[in-house]
């Protein structure tokens, strides 16, 4: 047992999970009891936690080595008043056209759909830090004492709240937003929603990775509306993660949150650069990894995975025989030579015994960038032909790898900080070229991929996002899940 763990169980008495998730598999700790739970520390019946003071704002500086990605929380476009026509001047009598067959109306094309709300974190601070452990305690410590406490008041479903409303639910409200710290306890009087109740309700939904609106209504309301013992549950299984934790950090280094669906770049202990994702979705889980980044790879070649040949390429050839063909895949015998699908039945699994290989090019799905980070798992970093998937708001549909967006600038910090000198210029140089081309980094940087759905930051704000594998229901290992592309097969995407 570590040093670790044993402050670990010192610091919460007795093993974390609460009776609700007690078929939970157990973490490098004592056997679980069979009742009770995570044992909160004594408090009176009118204590409240601390309160995060100040609120974070809602934009904090960036370095400015780089702009911060198009973060999200984008907006449909209004069309200016300029745009709508003037009505036409009325014509004279001897002006009016003559009687003439009208023309056929054409069809108005259907306007484009709104872009997506993607939201990311606002803010310097990186996901994890060396102190995220004990930041992330001191938390799990806090939400007991609130759980004991009696939680927090739930706000009637249908409830939409906004700046100027008044009335019992916003003085419900605003017990709610004291108890997690978002307003300070000296606001929370009364019944009107004021400027101060709505930058914390901001504070709220920043810490949950919504849309900063300041409006309670629809995933604010269902967000508020979890239950304390939930949000403490999620803290504890953060910690037992966190217990095991040993990346090795440094000046630089690179951090995947997956149910975030987000990359962070980070420099000196603050973000470069904060990254749109997307992860592995719910039967593909992107794994849990700490290991290096070795190298960058351009215009990369794809070779399929054995479980992707036999779940999708198989089934699509049987119905289309040249899929194949059309998708720009070769088949390749054991001695390397090239072999025509025709030559191959796809009744049975015989493509299995062959390598499947895309060739390099923009409809390669690694796109034009594949980040090299060795693991056992086969998982890495890389670009795609896909990019409107960037703009969802769920984001989890890989089959474990994680795409990146704009990949090329963080293949240029890359390179940059390991290699001396790289710039952008010289990616897409690399890039238009069209040959396959491997940089290998003179300094490895550090890369973690981790399931944190809750987290605390320095000022003791607790982060929170959805639990999309279900980890923290069912105990699940993280990262380790019981489905078949989790074992290494040379190339998940």
Known sequence: MTLRNIRFLAALAI???????????????????????????????????PVVSPPIPAAQPEPQKAPEPAKAQPETPKA?????????????????????????????????PPPAVVTLPNEPRPTLTPQTYELTLKAAQ?????????????????????????GAAVATLKRRLAIEGDLAPEAAQGETFDAATQAAVKHFQSRNLLKQT????????????????????????????????????????????????????????????????????????????????????????????????KNEIIPKMRKDKNYVKRTGLTLLDKEGNEVSPANIDWSGNAALAYTVRQPEGVKNALGQIRIDMPNSMAVYMHDTPGKR???????????????????????????????????????????????????RLNKPVPVIWVYLTAYAQADGSAQ??????????????????AVASSTPTGGLW
């Open 15 to 49: 093993p974390i999970f609460a009776a609700q998730s007690a078929q939970a598999e157990d973490i490098g700790s004592a056997p679980l009891p069979s009742k009770g739970g995570f044992v909160a520390p004594k408090v009176t019946a009118q204590a409240t936690p």
């Open 80 to 112: 200016p008043a300029s745009s709508v026509p003037a009505a036409a001047p009325a014509l004279a009598p001897a002006e009016q056209p003559a009687a003439a067959t009208p023309a056929a109306a054409k069809p108005k094309p259907k306007p484009a």
């Open 142 to 166: 806090r939400y007991q004492g609130v759980v004991a406490s009696g939680g927090w008041p739930q706000l009637p479903a249908g409830t939409s709240l906004s700046i100027g409303s008044k």
């Open 214 to 309: 300041g409006i309670v209504a629809n995933m604010t309301l269902t967000a508020m509306n979890v239950p304390a013992e939930m949000r403490a549950r999620q803290l504890e299984a953060a910690v037992q993660r966190l217990s095991t934790n040993h990346f090795p950090f440094g000046e630089r280094y690179v951090v995947v949150n997956i149910p975030s669906a987000a990359v962070e770049a980070v420099e000196n202990g603050v973000v470069y650069r904060r990254y749109v994702a997307v992860a592995g979705d719910p039967e593909h889980h992107s794994p849990v990894v700490e290991t290096k980044i070795s190298a960058v790879n351009f215009n990369p070649t794809w070779t399929v995975p054995t479980s992707i040949i």
């Open 389 to 439: 998937a960037f703009s969802r708001g769920d984001r989890f549909l890989s089959h474990g790898c994680v795409r990146v967006s704009d990949v090329r600038d963080l293949a240029t910090w890359l390179l940059d900080g390991s290699n001396g000198g790289w710039n952008r210029s010289q990616t897409d140089e690399a890039i238009a070229i069209g040959d396959r081309k491997t940089v």
């Open 464 to 481: 929170f996002r959805e639990d999309v594998y279900n980890l923290d229901t069912t105990g699940a290992s993280p990262g380790q899940p």
